[in-house]
């Protein structure tokens, strides 16, 4: 049975930072390409960053240099690391894990992150 379960999220202040974690029941861990999708209220979700089996890593252009996203294959989790966050980085984020050549995409329920003072 396929699970993702997210954590780490909460609130956390304008400069703030969080690290999210996601723990993935998939089968073998390690072939799939894992990534952090994020969805604000009223708008679509969208891809925040990804990772590929051989560590080669993807983000939102508007994202680099404050996000990192990084995987520990022996742990089946994936991790983001987000820094100097701000108020419009408040949305639910969600785990993902895909081997979308196979039709594998696999969803985690999300953690919410609200950025406020």
């Known amino acids: 049975q396929v699970q993702l379960v997210e954590s780490g999220g909460g609130l956390v202040q304008p400069g703030g930072s969080l690290r999210l974690s996601c723990v993935a029941t998939?089968?073998?861990?390690?072939?799939?390409?894992m990534g952090w999708y994020r969805q604000a209220p009223g708008k679509q979700r969208e891809l925040v960053a990804n990772?590929?089996?051989?560590?080669?890593?993807n983000y939102a252009d508007s994202l680099k240099g404050r996000f990192t996203i990084s995987r520990d294959n022996a742990k089946n989790t994936v991790y983001l690391q987000m820094n100097s966050l701000r108020p419009e980085d408040t949305a639910v984020y969600y785990c993902?894990?895909?081997?979308?050549?196979?039709?594998?995409?696999?969803w985690g329920k999300g953690t919410l992150v609200t950025v406020s003072s």
């Open positions: 998939v089968g073998i861990f390690s072939r799939y390409v």
């Open positions: 990772i590929a089996s051989d560590g080669s890593t």
């Open positions: 993902n894990a895909n081997r979308r050549i196979f039709g594998m995409d696999y």
